[in-house]
């Protein structure tokens, strides 16, 4: 295990309660043969527990254990050994299936029905009176900013968009917890931050989220904690400030300094015997400089983007 100081308890985050919604011992999963043999471990001997208003995410490259982590505690699968826990209750549990909302990697949804019909469709399978359904049914599509798009067949969907109907269908039955597969596979930046946005929102109305993902960049400012699977081993797990924080390291961001004061703080730093690692304009990400040219195209169509940036290189 890489550093085990930030294996920390859920206790540290803010949002969430002491219930816990998620655990697992020794959660271990072979996968076998059609004669039985043993073919791959998939997962081995997960401990987890996810508290209630947590948003937890788990991490891993393809094949590291993540949907089958999902898989088994959403019922689907079931242990080789060790156990699941979701509400207290065996994830097979049928009582507790109307309280989970499920995003899957791949959303099956019948390509010939609109997004008002779809989620008329699934509210029905929960057998929601119509009133009850109706009413939902209008706030996911504004939700998930597709009412211009309601009576339009799936087929004529954007991958965006068709995440988005997804999600929607997902939360149909208003759960109290809802499992996302890589919810932003195949979204462009603009789309991975409105699917960001929307998880956020859950946690304010108080839901427990676990989402998986096998980048970093797509968790790392919605998720209050997150695990690191490789090979079906829990590799790290923990607050993402505290796992991303570089401890010997201390970062200093002024504006307005002169050449003067930062000569100044140059000495300083060499009075005190330490290692000056930059003093330089702190670069963008490539993502924030795009979500920002979209953001001021829309604001002035036609126009070429006005970002702020240094144009000196050019
Ligand atoms: N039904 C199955 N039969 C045999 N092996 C499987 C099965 N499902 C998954 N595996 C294997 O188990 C391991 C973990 O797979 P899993 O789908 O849980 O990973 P993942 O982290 O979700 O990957 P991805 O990001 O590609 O979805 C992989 O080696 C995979 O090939």
Redesign the pocket.
Known sequence: MATTETMDSAAETPSASNEIVIETRNLTKV?RDFWGRQ??R?LKALDLEVRRGEIFGLL?P????????MKLLLGLLFPTSGQALVFGEDPSKVSIKERIGYLP?ESYLYRFLSARETLEFYGRLFDMPASVRRERIDKLIEMVGLKWAERRQLKEYSKGMTRRIGLAQALINDPELIFLD?PTTGLDPLGIREMKDLILRLRDEGKTVLV?S?QLADLQDVADRIAI?HQ?ELKEMGRVDALLKVRDETQIRARGLSDAAKEEIRQVIQRHEAELIDIENPTTTLEELFLSIVRDSEARPGRRARVDRDDSAD
């Open positions: 996968y073919k791959v998939a891993g393809n094949g590291s254990g993540k949907s089958t982590t990697e890589e998986t096998h699977l079906g």
